[in-house]
């Protein structure tokens, strides 16, 4: 029986991470046991995920109190910092993973990869405060979580490459209090048999709302109101135990003349409520990341795709509307309400979501979750470059996935994919200059060190393509990503590492270049038999 | 530490209660100890309303900080506590003899020197609360110097003097690998190889004590 240790210390969301990381173990090596490493202010919600058989935290406020206090010395607080690590550094432990992407716990990784020499999953620092990635899987997870604002996989698809199982749909991370559910449970029921049979009960969660700009105030008023007006619908606002939240879903309910129904909730009674809804609708929140790994249905209300992709979604069972900040609250309501019956398999007209919003579904394939788009206003660009960035990590990882599947190249047009095509060309090709001209430094920096800030200086240039939103902006951090693991001591050694990055990197643009014309030849030749089915069509009544 | 150059002896007041008397100073009443140590508690009446923790220079044998713990825990019941301070090891020990029932409330810290008494970090931890202090006169007047250096204490912070503090002995000892003239702040700021574990465990520790915020539920 081997022991492995989970770091997830940045937020609540490195801890939902680290729930499903614990379920990827459990799924791998069923007989291991698996121990967590977290802050004090978030044990509480660590103690909610299922499979872990012991939580050590370090207690932030103490040392902060510690590191301000007149009489105490640092050293006081690095002993209440080191007091939880030190039983830890004795284990020996099988790996150490890394559930977030935060400098402490790549920091606390290293502590226990160079004390132990144990296998590491994540990033971890290097020798010189470098980010080192484990392998392929968190080199990608890490470069696109810290260096892209888009993810175009999520990081359960991650988790399901570096582990190597299949992506499926459990819903057993989190330790479900079985008192608490039973009792929600009889509560909402009651609600259930007030009402017509056919009613569904949606959750509509406001924590931190005050701070939401997506699903603002007004919004949430004429979204509650529309959901009012449908008579198989009844909204239950969840509410935390934090004074403003109190304050703000209080505000919402003086609008509906204090008529709505609210739940007070905190991080053990939350699961318990979820699963006894029948949706939940909101914005990003820790409410609707929990009810995406119970398997609730929900639907997402995004301001943008960036924001959409970066939830990183692990179940089918969801939905994801992009609105406008623009656009008036009575029309995102009317969308938003649309989408609701859509998710409840209503099957409602989805020609009726206005074109300020989109609206997006996810979709399982060998790779993982994708979005995809069902209804709302034309973003063929987006999801053509979506979905290519996509095939291109797959491609790059050795994973193919078909394509073909997961966009619909009939729908497609033909402009706008020789469009993108061009542009991705023209990304390329200026990132290739620029690599020739990094290589053509190195190899005079490798006769002669005076030339060593010119290769810098070709180096830099060559990083800033990663800033864009391409394939070769993929390649070039994926560069970057191995430059920044180099960690040899000598001088000749690190070139000759760098030599081979480089010449790696052209690899990668030319493997892009051939990704895009065999898309290329694939959509002229759907859309020759397109054309060809057309007319076939129009000749069969004459026929 | 035992004090050369005090001499202790144990008298009896006029109400037949044990009186300690260092360098012919009466610690209580030579009358009735225990009606002064009421009067001293009347005095503090305020103070004890407010706090429920009190720390008190000078133990005596004690009439004092009995009068004040039975009147905290009335009004904060069992989260009353008292940090008593004494120099005196010999007085500590007499008292300890004589075997005064005392409160479990009531910790007593026993040094002559600042620096062993500030390397304590339980009494850090109640020194830190800033809980308002109380003199009991006649210690005070027996040890004014003492007591007054620990409202000015200045805490070191370099390696040399408080990698001792360290509960880690692996730990201790790695951190002597860095310069002992510097402190854990400067080491976090300007280590920039890291070679070793330990150089990973300053560095996380850097992110969470000088740059970390804490992470919130959102």
């Known amino acids: ?24 173990i459990i799924k791998k090596y069923p007989r291991d046991t698996i121990e967590l490493l977290t802050f004090e202010s978030l044990k509480k919600v660590a103690q909610t995920i299922n499979g872990i058989q012991q939580i050590h935290t370090i207690d932030c406020q103490k040392i902060n109190q510690t590191i301000d206090g007149q009489y105490y010395s640092d050293m006081h607080a690095l002993n209440t910092f080191i007091s939880p690590l030190s039983p830890l550094l004795e284990v020996s432990w099988e790996q150490v993973i890394n559930c977030d992407a935060s400098k402490v716990s790549a920091s606390l990784t290293s502590v226990f990869v160079t004390k132990d020499q144990c296998k590491f999953v994540g990033s971890r ?99 509650i109101g529309s959901i009012l007006d449908d008579a198989e619908l009844f909204p239950i606002i969840l509410t935390s135990t934090n004074d403003r939240d109190r304050v703000f879903a209080r505000q919402v309910s003086k609008e509906f003349a204090n008529s709505l129904l609210m739940l007070e909730v905190d991080s053990k009674s939350l699961p ?61 309501a009317s969308d938003i309400h649309t989408s609701i019956k859509h998710l409840l398999g209503d099957s409602p007209a989805l020609d009726s979501i206005s074109l300020s919003s989109a609206l997006y579904t996810f979709k399982k394939d060998d790779f993982g979750t994708y979005a995809y788009q069902v209804a709302g206003r034309d973003q063929q660009q987006f999801n053509l470059q979506y979905h290519m960035m996509r095939s291109f990590i797959s491609l790059y990882s050795n994973r193919p996935i078909a394509i073909e599947k ?14 993108w ?106 859309s020759k038999q397109t054309r060809v089915q057309a007319i076939h069509q129009r000749l069969r009544p004459t026929l | 530490m035992k004090d050369s150059t005090s001499h202790l002896q144990i008298k009896t007041s006029k109400s037949g209660h044990l009186i300690p008397v260092i360098n012919q100073i009466f610690l209580h009443s030579e009358y009735d100890p225990i009606r002064e140590a009421k009067k001293f508690a009347d005095d503090h009446e305020s103070l004890i309303f407010k706090n429920s923790h009190l720390i008190v220079y000078g133990l005596g044998f004690g009439y004092h900080l009995v009068e004040l713990i039975d009147r905290l825990i009335k009004v904060h019941g069992m989260s009353a506590k008292i940090t008593v301070v004494e120099p005196y090891e010999d ?19 026993c040094t002559k020197d600042i620096n062993q008494l500030f390397k304590q970090a339980d009494f850090i931890e109640a020194i830190s609360s800033k809980p308002p202090i109380l003199k009991h006169p006649q210690s005070y007047m027996l040890s004014k110097d003492f007591f007054d250096q620990i409202g000015n204490y200045q805490t070191p912070q370099d390696l040399k003097t408080t990698r001792i503090y360290l509960k880690d002995f692996s730990v201790r000892r790695e951190l002597g690998h860095y310069s002992q003239q510097s402190n854990l702040h400067q080491i976090f700021r300007e280590n920039n190889c890291h070679d070793k574990w330990i150089d990973h465990l300053i560095a996380a520790f850097g992110e969470v004590a000088y740059q970390h915020e804490q992470g919130e539920m959102n």
């Open chain 1, 421 to 526: 095509a061009q542009t991705e060309r023209n990304a390329i090709t200026l990132a290739s200059r620029d690599l020739l001209g990094t290589l053509r430094s190195l190899l005079r920096t490798q006769k002669d060190r005076r030339f060593i800030g010119e290769f810098i200086q070709s180096l830099d240039k060559l990083f800033k393509h990663g800033d864009e939103k391409n394939i070769a902006s993929l390649c070039c951090n994926f560069f970057r990503a191995r430059i920044d693991g180099i960690e040899e001591a000598n001088y000749e050694a690190n070139i000759q590492l760098m030599e081979k990055a480089l010449y790696q990197l052209k690899d990668d643009l030319q493997a892009a270049i051939g990704m895009i014309k065999n898309i290329e030849d694939f959509a002229q030749e759907q």
């Open chain 1, 1 to 24: 029986m081997k022991k492995h240790l989970l770091i997830a210390l940045e937020n609540s969301n490195s801890l939902l991470m680290a729930a499903k990381t614990a379920q990827h």
């Open chain 2, 91 to 109: 007085l500590v020990t007499a008292f300890q003899e004589n075997s005064f029932p005392f409160s479990k409330l009531i910790s007593i810290y």
């Open chain 1, 406 to 419: 997961s966009i619909d190249f009939a729908n497609v047009e033909l402009n706008v994919l020789t469009s």
């Open chain 1, 272 to 332: 318990a409520s979820l699963v006894n809804l029948d949706a939940i609708i909101g914005g990003t929140s820790h409410a609707l990341a929990l009810a995406d790994i119970l398997g609730t249905p929900l639907l997402r209300i995004c301001s943008d795709t960036s924001s959409m992709l970066n939830l990183s979604p692990s179940s089918n069972n969801q939905l994801s509307i992009i609105t406008s900040q623009s656009t008036a609250s009575a029309t995102i």
């Open chain 1, 125 to 223: 620092m290097g020798r010189k405060g470098n980010r080192i990635s484990a392998d392929l899987w968190s080199m990608i997870g890490s470069t696109l979580r810290d260096i892209m604002n888009c993810q175009y996989i999520s990081s359960t698809d991650i988790l399901h490459q570096s582990f190597r199982t299949t992506p499926s749909e459990e819903c057993n991370y989190i330790n479900l209090n079985e008192d608490l559910t039973s009792r929600a449970f009889q509560m909402l029921q009651k609600i259930r048999s007030a009402n017509p049979s056919n009613c569904r009960l949606i959750g509509v969660p406001l924590f931190n709302a005050h701070q939401d700009n997506t699903f603002t105030f007004e919004r949430v008023i004429e979204t």
